[in-house]
């Protein structure tokens, strides 16, 4: 997939809100390596922006800390490749800021798509969503922290995406893994 294509393609990362183990509604810590990770697979896989979405200004914070380190800091010096990847990350204290942010650069609303190693009803499959992509539709595609997205995020989407599937019975892979596996069966160069 060439990149004018896949930077139709935006990934939000939602720490709240999210649920806890338990289904309550909380909002999650960031951590260092989510950015990092996910910045440096949406970079290699063409995607347009990185949102990361946290109402808690410490939480901002960090993440503000993070991206000046890398971005403009003693980090942008150190290690470009770093700097390039990090560039990606948008800030936002909402959901619903991504979606006016993203309508903003796009000229129309992206298209929601939800993701959940519990999803019991999917609507969308990965050749469905790289379909999408392709032409040239501008697609949000929303991960969760913590144990994943609260359902009001989840039904206000309007695509879930089927789960990944691994090999028995296990299935909680850390939300990096699962943007990583993602971004490939979408965007991945397939030639």
């Known amino acids: 997939m060439n990149d004018s294509c896949a930077a139709n393609l935006t990934v939000a990362l939602v720490h709240h809100p999210v649920v806890d183990k338990n289904g309550d509604a909380i909002a999650a810590a960031v951590t260092s390596l989510d950015l990092h990770d996910i910045a440096r697979a949406s970079r290699t896989y063409g995607v347009g922006a990185f949102y990361v979405v946290t109402p808690l200004a410490d939480q901002q914070a960090l993440v503000r800390q993070i991206i000046d380190h890398w971005v403009t800091g003693t980090g942008a010096k150190y290690n470009p490749h770093r700097r390039a990847a990090l560039e990606l990350i948008r800030l936002m204290p909402s959901l619903a800021d991504v979606l006016d942010d ?90």
Request: hydrophobic share 45%.
């Open 102 to 191: 993203v309508a903003a650069m796009a000229g129309e609303r992206p298209r929601v798509v939800v993701t959940s190693a519990g999803m019991e009803k999917s609507d969308l499959s990965y050749a469905g969503l790289g379909e999408m992509v392709r032409n040239r539709c501008p697609v949000l595609l929303v991960f969760g922290t913590a144990w994943g997205l609260a359902r009001e995020v989840m039904d206000a989407a309007d695509y879930r995406l089927a789960p990944i599937n691994g090999r028995g019975d296990y299935n909680h892979l850390a939300v990096r893994s699962a943007v990583s596996i993602i971004l490939d069966r979408v965007a991945g160069d397939r030639g």
